[in-house]
């Protein structure tokens, strides 16, 4: 093994070119709790476990990179959810990631779950959801999802167009099916977040507007269909949202519309649907708010706004998915290379690159979104150093954890861990440079070693599958 000697004059400069929330650790070896599932922990030897089974041995046993998620830690944070939102709906918004298996989970913990394709939406019935309690998004439905969704019953499609209404009307008209909906709008709240991930204002997809009257448009033109049933009105308002400022007003723009809608037509709208959003701890900086305090502010605000109203509290509910998956997987690289790379400002980088990348976590490259990451196959007492941990595909992007201080002596060989990797990694994973995804691994509940796949590794035979050739050579893979 090489190691890497930072000279001790070099740290202070190598610290200069870090972003300023990022603080030296005082211990680099520490898991802290807000960032990682219930049963991680770092075992005497050194080694960062979870569930009883060390990493070592998960990719010993499953290989590198890898995506390892609590299961233990799942359902207590789905659980938390449906306590907290007791007497209203929680669906899990499976597009953070979804298996068979994790449908499962939901359906035994009494959640419902969203789904936004065909895709999604045929795995959560092979996992056994209840169609009844299952929702399907999406702004361009094709008319095979649609089919699916309304054979199966699902107990609401979140409309968001004219073109689908007419779709779904005239579907229904052939079949005699009927159509449960709910009408998508944008309350115009840009949250605090990613330009990219907000999407309640109103120059993006998705929604119906609700300043330009296009809401009530859609509103009325379900209500008074024969084949579809109205039941009330969708807002989401963007992603990684860290207070409730922004439900705040998309609770206050929607009842308002309820309220409108109720003048108009004469008919109180039952339902009211808040969206996901709701943040978690990616980095030490990131302060999320408890489920519980989320809860009762959520409630404080539609029960207020009702009050003023004089309307009845609809039957709320809400679509967390990050919150609930997030913070359960970690993902598990090895390192390859290690290259002190000097500055402009005459100080230096530590670049640390990986056996992934880009490929299994799109969200630094796509939304400047920030990791924290650890050494996991041991414990080391060197000074840290600031180190970029980067993936391996032709592209200078590919960064996975822009900033984060490691132990001074990270080497070939040493296993990172990037906790918070949950949702959106592998369900947007990738195979670009022709990179096989990692595969999902559940570790169980208790200290026993119990551990299974969600999903398995993709070969480059899978790769080559998809390929009809030619085939002039008889060279294959090793
Ligand atoms: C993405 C999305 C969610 C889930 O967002 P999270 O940030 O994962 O909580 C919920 N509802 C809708 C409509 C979405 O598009």
Not at 35 to 48: K, Q, T, Y
Request: charged share 20%; net charge negative.
């Amino acid at each position: 093994m090489t190691h890497m000697h930072v000279a001790g004059s070099v740290h202070a400069d190598v610290a200069a070119a870090g972003p300023q929330w990022l603080t030296l650790p005082d211990d680099v070896n520490a898991l802290d709790p807000a960032l990682w599932s219930g049963s991680a922990g770092r075992g005497h030897d050194g080694i960062v476990d979870v569930a009883g089974v060390s990493v070592t041995d998960l990719l010993a046993e499953y290989g590198s990179p890898l995506y390892v998620l609590d299961e233990a830690d799942f359902r207590q944070r789905a659980r938390t959810f449906r306590d907290a939102f007791a007497g209203w709906d929680v669906y899990y918004a499976g597009k953070a990631f979804l298996t068979r298996t994790v449908a499962s989970w939901i359906d035994e913990e009494g959640l419902c779950l969203d789904t936004c394709t065909g895709g999604e939406l045929i795995t959560a019935l092979q996992g056994g959801m209840d169609p009844a309690r299952i929702g399907l998004h999406g702004n361009n439905k094709s008319i095979d999802e649609l089919k699916l969704a309304l054979s199966v019953g699902v107990g609401r499609i979140i409309v968001d167009s004219l073109d689908e209404i007419t779709r779904i009307e005239k579907l229904c008209r052939e079949t005699g099916w009927h159509a449960r909906v709910m009408v998508r709008v944008t309350a115009g709240v840009e949250a605090h977040t990613h330009e990219y991930i907000a999407t309640a204002h109103e120059d993006q997809k998705f929604g119906f507007s609700i300043t330009n009257g296009a809401a009530m448009v859609a509103m009325v033109r379900c209500h008074t269909s024969d084949v579809i049933d109205l039941q009330g009105i969708h807002s989401h308002i963007g992603s990684q949202i860290f207070d409730t400022a922004g439900f705040e007003v998309a609770a206050r723009r929607t009842m308002k519309l309820l309220e409108q809608f109720r003048q108009a037509t004469g008919t109180a709208l039952p339902e009211l649907d808040l969206g996901g959003g709701f943040g978690i701890a990616y980095t030490n900086q990131d302060s999320p708010a408890t489920v519980e305090s989320l809860a009762a502010s959520l409630r404080e605000i539609v029960t207020l706004e009702a009050r003023g109203r004089g309307l009845e509290v609809p039957h709320i509910s809400l679509e967390p998915g990050r919150a609930i998956v997030g913070p359960t997987t970690m993902a598990l690289y090895t390192v390859g290379t290690v290259k002190p790379v000097d500055l402009d400002t005459g100080a230096q980088r530590i670049y640390v690159s990986v056996d992934g990348g880009m490929s299994d976590n799109i969200r630094p490259a796509l939304y400047a979104a920030e990791y924290s990451a650890v050494i996991a196959n041991r414990a080391s007492t060197v000074t840290p150093v600031l180190c970029r941990i980067v993936g391996k595909h032709c592209e200078a992007g590919d960064i996975l954890v822009r900033d984060v201080y490691l132990p001074g002596d990270v080497s070939p060989g040493d296993v990172i861990a990037v906790p918070g990797a949950g949702a959106y990694s592998r369900s947007m994973a990738s195979n670009y440079n022709h990179v096989p995804r990692p595969a999902v691994v559940r570790v169980g509940i208790g200290d026993h070693p119990d551990t299974s796949v969600l999903l398995r590794r993709e070969s480059i035979d899978d790769l080559l599958s998809l390929d009809p050739g030619p085939v002039t050579s008889e060279v294959q893979w090793p």
